[in-house]
């Protein structure tokens, strides 16, 4: 479970999150969280959250995003902010490590999310970017899909897929979430 000052890192992106005030501390009006970038890092799945809004202000270093089909590198002390149901990703290009300030608005259950894809990596049950296996991702896709979306294929094909696979991808041993990874 996400609490103030928690931190967890991600081995296979290099990303650490510390927690300021999580959902229950702003009675879910917003997760703030500290996010630190290793330099170098990869572009992730572009994604997009159907009903938040992210801000961003940069700390130290500088954050390469592509959004509405532009990429800008924002540098210490800019912000920014992300739209809900805007297509984005983030990463940080530079030589140094990258951290920013993280605001999203309501808070929702994406602690849960963050939490649960970053336990998944540590115990090497994703790629090297930090992406689950087809069954897996099929399950947090499902779970998580308030407040975490990708944007192709239609959302609506997802859905119908995802439901028809949830029984399979029980069946072979994942789940949606594991208790391990949000205590």
Do not use: C
Request: no cysteine.
């Amino acid at each position: 479970m996400a609490y103030a000052t928690k931190r967890i890192h991600n081995i296979r992106t290099g990303q650490t999150i510390r927690f300021l005030k999580t959902s229950e501390d702003t009675d879910g009006e917003v997760l703030d969280m500290e996010a630190t970038f290793k330099a170098h890092s990869r572009e992730p799945a572009s994604h997009y959250h159907p009903s938040q809004v992210e801000d961003f202000t940069i700390l130290a270093g500088e954050l390469t995003v592509r959004s509405n089909g532009q990429t800008r590198v924002y540098k210490q002390g800019e912000s920014f902010r992300i739209p809900k149901q805007t297509i984005h990703s983030m990463w940080n290009e530079g030589d140094q490590q990258t951290v920013v300030n993280w605001q999203v608005r309501p808070a929702l259950i994406t602690e849960y999310f963050l939490e649960t894809a970053t336990g998944l990596a540590n115990e090497g049950k994703t790629n090297e970017d930090g992406v689950p296996p087809f069954l897996q991702a099929v399950l947090l896709l499902n779970r998580f899909m308030t407040v975490y979306r990708l944007p192709k294929p239609a959302f609506a094909i997802q859905k119908v897929i995802f439901t028809a696979l949830t029984p399979v991808a029980y069946l072979f041993g994942y789940r949606a979430t594991y208790k391990k990874y949000i205590d």
